[in-house]
T-cell receptor, first 114, second 110 residues
Framework: SQTIHQWPATLVQPVGSPLSLECTVE??????LYWYRQAAGRGLQLLFY??????ISSEVPQNLSASRPQDRQFILSSKKLLLSDSGFYLC?????????????FGSGTRLTVV | QKEVEQNSGPLSVPEGAIASLNCTYS??????FFWYRQYSGKSPELIMF????GDKEDGRFTAQLNKASQYVSLLIRDSQPSDSATYLC??????????FGTGTKLQVIP
């Protein structure tokens, strides 16, 4: 069965520090991968998606970036965090096998920038 | 107008009652519709998906879709305290893009 791993679960970082969040998927190959952010009291905002190694699409301009160095690995990064980067970061994958089953989310990383 | 609109709630229902959660959307080209449940502090979990007009039932859950009215709903029969969560409506419009509503908080009162 397919599983998605995301870490760390919580993170407290000072303003201006770098960020690296990692997401890996097991049990599938060539998944579509996504990074979402959920700010307090707000909906899920799509940040990046990737359909393959090295292929990254950005949905919103920001100081975050994403990379996909391996088929089942998706990384979210920042060189310098802002207070507004605080939120709940969720990695998700979507199986593409004809019918649309929506996304499966990882357990998330709660980031607090102080 | 937001792409996906949901009443934020909270919607309070007594245990054993039917909870009715509603969602409207603006993109007539939307093809797939989803309901996610999100417990406080946890990630969303897919509970229902629907593509065609009409009803789709899965256990205590029924999703209803009316594309002409651009309206999706989720009914939860025999509501239980464990159903207390935020329910997110989502839809797929353009390629690879799923848009989420801000969610409706449901409280089931024992």
């Amino acid at each position: 069965s397919q599983t998605i791993h995301q870490w760390p679960a919580t993170l407290v970082q000072p303003v201006g520090s770098p960020l690296s969040l990692e997401c890996t998927v097991e049990g599938t190959s060539n998944p579509n991968l996504y990074w979402y952010r959920q700010a307090a009291g707000r909906g899920l905002q799509l940040l990046f998606y990737s359909v393959g190694i090295g292929q990254i699409s950005s949905e919103v301009p920001q100081n975050l970036s994403a990379s996909r160095p391996q088929d089942r690995q998706f990384i979210l990064s920042s060189k310098k965090l802002l207070l507004s980067d605080s939120g709940f970061y969720l990695c998700a994958w979507r199986e593409d096998r004809g019918l649309d089953y929506g996304y499966t989310f990882g357990s998330g990383t709660r980031l607090t920038v102080v | 107008q937001k792409e996906v609109e949901q009443n934020s709630g909270p919607l309070s229902v007594p245990e054993g009652a039917i909870a009715s959660l509603n969602c409207t959307y603006s993109d007539r080209g939307s093809q797939s519709f989803f309901w996610y449940r999100q417990y406080s502090g946890k990630s969303p979990e897919l509970i229902m998906f629907i593509y065609s007009n009409g009803d789709k039932e899965d256990g205590r859950f029924t999703a209803q879709l009316n594309k002409a009215s651009q309206y999706v709903s989720l009914l939860i029969r025999d509501s239980q305290p464990s159903d207390s969560a935020t329910y997110l409506c989502a839809l797929r419009g353009g390629y690879q893009k799923v848009t989420f509503g801000t969610g409706t908080k449901l409280q089931v009162i024992p």
